[in-house]
T-cell receptor, first 115, second 113 residues
Framework: GAGVSQSPRYKVAKRGQDVALRCDPI?????LFWYQQALGQGPEFLTY????????KSGLPSDRFFAERPEGSVSTLKIQRTQQEDSAVYLC?????????????FGNGTRLTVT | DQQVKQNSPSLSVQEGRISILNCDYT??????FLWYKKYPAEGPTFLIS?????DKNEDGRFTVFLNKSAKHLSLHIVPSQPGDSAVYFC????????????FGTGTRLKVLA
């Protein structure tokens, strides 16, 4: 498909487990973002990549969160030793241009539930 | 501190009438604003944007108005259709984090047939 693809759609993890969430951006899109959306809230910024460079990770809640985009296309968000407060929808978005006046195209998200 | 606020969690409008969704922001450095629409179990979809050099942008049934002095923007949908029922988020960017969109908490619009 032509859109942003995220997998898995749903993930249930026991507290303390590690999880990896995958994002396939739109082909050719330079910028890639991860957002976290808690129930009843708007998406909250986690991190930003321009090609393979992670230019901003200021939104990552703790050092248990790690994101990478080694070849400038597919990105993985990893959460180590998951906690119940990590339960949320994790949204990936990409945009074509380097500058911000280019709307973000979101995937359908991964709903993470930590039990 | 919430930099982008959508104070109405929900709104119901009759089909064919105007829907007005409001958004307030506090950061005067914001200079680019967007509206997104979200259906259940899907990601947000871009609707319309506006730069701070304009005070109005129109795209079909959707118009966004920006009042910089009041730090307020609104989305007008005319005429409203049942398929417009969704959660609408406003987002803003600007200043040092120009690429970083800050989202509001959303307004759930229900268009009644």
């Amino acid at each position: 498909g032509a859109g942003v693809s995220q997998s898995p759609r749903y993930k249930v993890a026991k507290r303390g487990q590690d999880v990896a969430l995958r994002c396939d951006p739109i082909s050719g899109h330079v910028s890639l973002f991860w957002y976290q959306q808690a129930l009843g809230q708007g998406p909250e910024f986690l991190t930003y990549f321009q090609n393979e460079a992670q230019l901003d990770k200021s939104g990552l809640p703790s050092d248990r969160f790690f994101a990478e985009r080694p070849e400038g296309s597919v990105s993985t968000l990893k959460i180590q030793r998951t906690q119940q407060e990590d339960s949320a929808v994790y949204l990936c978005a990409s945009s074509h241009h380097r500058d911000r006046d280019s709307p973000l195209h979101f995937g359908n998200g991964t709903r993470l539930t930590v039990t | 501190d919430q930099q982008v606020k959508q104070n109405s969690p929900s709104l119901s409008v009759q089909e064919g009438r105007i829907s007005i969704l409001n958004c307030d922001y506090t950061n005067s450095m914001f200079d680019y604003f967007l509206w997104y629409k979200k259906y259940p179990a899907e990601g947000p979809t871009f609707l319309i944007s506006i730069s701070s050099i304009k005070d109005k942008n129109e795209d079909g049934r959707f118009t966004v108005f920006l009042n910089k002095s009041a730090k307020h923007l609104s989305l007008h949908i005319v005429p409203s259709q049942p398929g417009d029922s969704a959660v609408y988020f406003c987002a803003a960017a600007g200043g040092s984090g120009t690429y970083k969109y800050i989202f509001g908490t959303g307004t759930r619009l229900k268009v009644l047939a």
